[in-house]
């Protein structure tokens, strides 16, 4: 049964990948939470094997088929939503299985940083992605108590088969919590703590229940997303987004119009490279701003505050039916508004300006009897909008309506 909008993974045997510790509270996120005091490990001695791990022997532990984790990496990558470009830690990357699977989802533009607790383990991660040849790969020697990544650095941290092994997790989580960027997302994979259907070693190894550390995750100021159900048997992947305060809205790219929230660490941010649309015949009040190019000004600000340039994208506007009276120069916007000047004349210099194409239907200023002379500066007078569209479509550009 589908809860959530991705595939879930299953963890490995009886031993783990990293440690990271902790004992104090939680954040100070709305509302602001006390803090916890978490001065005794939860779990003493979890981690002593990891302390000084042979890494030969853990590979034949951690990479073998009879893995339910292991066997299932491909369906568990997936299951994360990597985009490319992000930044993903994986955090207790123990061999580096998953380590080397997001080096591949990130691709060359991203980064996957590796933190363990174990020294042993991040030597063999360096060495292999070496000789592997992948360049975007990092690692981080955590704390007993931090994962000592730095602040706003990661897009989403993959937490498999380490949970349990948290001594002090209100801490450990909110180290996390500090190093993602906004709207970030953590995964995270472990063993199914059930009485009376766990085995015996679950039962004594994992120290709680799913309920328990989603609990104590959320407290660190994380919203539960969604879980998986019905792909492993012995696992749960479940994922989290950062909370944070409200930031300023802000415009990067076109002053003033189109303000956008910047949630850097949140999924689905801009790609270099996009090819957009935007089939406008909304109309606007008088003297109100064309949605279709506020629209526009609104896409252009999001790549900036992913910190791409306007020629990073390319985007066309096609205006046609009442959304034409945009595209006008002040006076015949004015005889068709009832005087009013145009209001996005602005908008339409900072547009082109930003290498935005702006096209005006040119079988809509014949049926509304619209001299080409009143076309503003800049606009291009298309054959029709129809095939602008469809032509753009051909060429790749996504299709976005504004109607």
């Known amino acids: ?107 060359p533009g991203g980064r996957v940083i590796a933190v363990d607790i174990a020294r042993n383990f991040l030597d063999h991660i360096e060495r292999t992605a070496r000789e592997a040849k992948l360049s975007n790969i990092e690692t981080v020697l955590c704390l007993p108590d931090s994962t000592e990544l730095p602040p706003d650095s990661v897009d989403v941290a993959f937490i498999c088969d380490t949970y349990h092994h948290f001594e002090f997790p209100l801490k450990t989580m909110t180290s996390l919590h500090k190093a993602l960027r906004p709207g970030g997302r953590v995964i995270v994979v472990d063993f199914k703590r059930v009485e009376g259907e766990s085995t015996p070693w679950v039962m004594n190894h994992v120290r709680a229940g799913q309920d328990v550390f989603e609990a104590e995750i959320i407290q660190c100021g994380f919203r539960k997303v969604g879980e998986r159900t019905g792909v492993l048997k012995e696992n749960y992947l479940v994922e989290f987004q950062k909370l944070d305060t409200p930031r300023p809205m802000t415009s990067h790219l076109v002053p003033g119009v189109g303000l956008v929230a910047e949630l850097t660490g949140a999924p689905g941010r801009p790609r270099a490279g996009s090819r957009t649309v935007l089939d406008v015949t909304a109309a606007a009040r008088p003297g109100e701003l064309n949605v279709g190019l506020e629209r526009a000004a609104r896409l252009l600000n999001l790549y900036g505050s992913a910190g791409l340039a306007p020629s990073d994208a390319r985007i066309a506007v096609v205006l046609h039916g009442d959304a034409a009276a945009g595209a006008l120069v002040d006076e015949a916007y004015g005889r068709l508004s009832g005087g009013e000047k145009n209001p996005n004349a602005r908008l339409l210099m900072d547009l082109r300006a930003a290498g935005v194409d702006v096209l005006v239907c040119g079988q809509t200023l014949a049926r509304k009897n619209i001299p080409h002379g009143d076309v503003a500066e800049g606009v291009v007078i298309a054959a029709s909008a129809m095939t602008s569209v469809i032509n753009l479509q051909a060429d790749g550009f996504a299709l976005i309506r504004v109607q």
């Open 1 to 107: 049964m589908l809860m959530s909008p991705f595939p879930a993974p299953s963890l490995v045997p009886p031993m783990c990948r990293c440690l990271i510790g902790a004992a104090v509270a939680c954040l100070a996120v709305a509302p602001t939470l006390p803090g916890v005091a978490q001065e005794k490990s939860v779990k003493p001695g979890i981690n002593d094997t990891f302390q000084n791990p042979d890494v030969q022997d853990y590979l034949g532990k951690f990479e073998v088929e009879s893995r339910e984790v292991y066997l299932q990496r491909h369906a568990v990558r997936d299951a994360c939503r990597i985009e490319p470009g992000q930044t993903v830690a994986d955090i207790g990357a123990g061999t580096g299985l998953y380590t080397r699977l997001f080096s591949e989802a990130v691709g």
